[in-house]
């Protein structure tokens, strides 16, 4: 029997200022984004970087949003992210200019 749950895909996580898993759909489940939100709680502008992979480091094919500007105290709400399905294994990869200056949180369904 298929299940549907709706869930908090990532807890508020600060992201680090390299290329990091912030999140891995299960193993037998499919995730869907349903809405991904980073938010600069600095007092300087940062960037922020983030895809969705299949575990490996991103690259240009696997790049969402690209070195996109946040000005201070910004809260980005991705339209990149939001509706992307990640089947088991998937995973989501993000970074920004300054370790932690970006908090990140992903809300959406998981399928099992």
């Given at each position: 029997?298929?299940?549907?749950?709706?869930v908090?895909?990532t807890?508020?996580t600060?992201?680090?200022?390299?290329?990091a898993?912030v999140?891995?759909?299960?193993?037998?489940s499919?995730?869907?984004?349903?809405?991904?939100?980073?938010?600069?709680?600095?007092?300087?502008?940062?960037?922020?970087?983030?895809g969705?992979?299949?575990?490996?480091?991103?690259?240009?094919?696997?790049?969402?949003?690209?070195?996109?500007?946040l000005?201070?105290?910004?809260a980005?709400?991705?339209?990149?992210l939001?509706g992307?399905?990640?089947?088991a294994?998937?995973?989501?990869?993000?970074?920004?200019?300054?370790?932690?200056?970006?908090?990140?949180?992903a809300?959406?369904?998981?399928?099992?």
């Amino acid at each position: 029997m298929t299940t549907i749950t709706i869930v908090q895909l990532t807890a508020p996580t600060q992201l680090s200022n390299a290329d990091a898993t912030v999140y891995t759909a299960p193993t037998l489940s499919t995730a869907k984004i349903g809405r991904a939100v980073f938010t600069n709680t600095t007092a300087s502008a940062v960037t922020i970087t983030a895809g969705i992979t299949t575990g490996g480091a991103l690259a240009a094919g696997t790049t969402m949003i690209s070195a996109r500007n946040l000005a201070p105290g910004e809260a980005y709400v991705s339209p990149e992210l939001a509706g992307a399905v990640l089947p088991a294994g998937s995973v989501i990869r993000a970074y920004c200019s300054a370790a932690t200056s970006v908090t990140f949180t992903a809300s959406g369904l998981l399928v099992q």
